[in-house]
């Protein structure tokens, strides 16, 4: 069985970065657009980023402009209005596909291995995925489920 680790995905710059990087941390994945209605989610990922992080907890932020372009920005233009509008200093990368022919491959593997409510499609911004140390897809939540929801099932994945 596969795992996030075998993935690759580009940063802002077009640098390309393994997500074997990450290995032995608890990841949070996040399709993110700085458009979108739930847009102030990113204070709160913000806020469990730096709860966390010295725990071995990793937010990525992965822009779409998929649905309805809400991320219409170039990619260093997003990375700033993030940081300036949301303080975001975990990691955003390049903007992808998340559904569709052109999906990021780690998508189609998210995708695959947390399968959604109502079928495996990214239904919208902000739909996250819980990874745990081993590099596998522990839980999926819908866009409106509050980053500050996701705590206890991190703490479980600590402990």
């Not at 608890?26 to 725990?55: H, M, S």
Request: net charge neutral; proline share 5%.
């Amino acid at each position: 069985m596969s795992t996030v680790y075998e993935f690759s995905v580009q940063k802002p710059n077009d640098e390309e970065i393994s997500l074997d990087t990450y290995q032995g941390n608890i990841i949070l994945i996040v399709n993110t657009a700085t458009k979108c209605g739930l847009a102030p989610q990113f204070k709160e990922l913000e806020t469990l980023y730096q709860k966390y992080k010295d725990r071995g907890v990793e937010v990525l932020g992965f822009p779409s402009n998929q649905f309805m372009n809400q991320e219409p920005v170039d990619d260093k233009d997003m990375t700033e209005t993030c940081e300036l509008n949301f303080g975001v200093t975990f990691p955003l990368f390049k903007k992808i596909n998340v559904n569709g022919k052109e999906a990021h491959p780690l998508y189609n593997h998210l995708k695959q291995e947390g399968k959604g409510i109502l079928g495996s499609e990214i239904k919208w911004n902000f739909t996250k995925f819980l990874i745990d140390q081993n590099g596998k897809v522990v839980k999926r939540y819908s866009p409106q489920t509050s980053p500050s929801k996701i705590e206890k099932d991190i703490e479980k994945l600590i402990k």
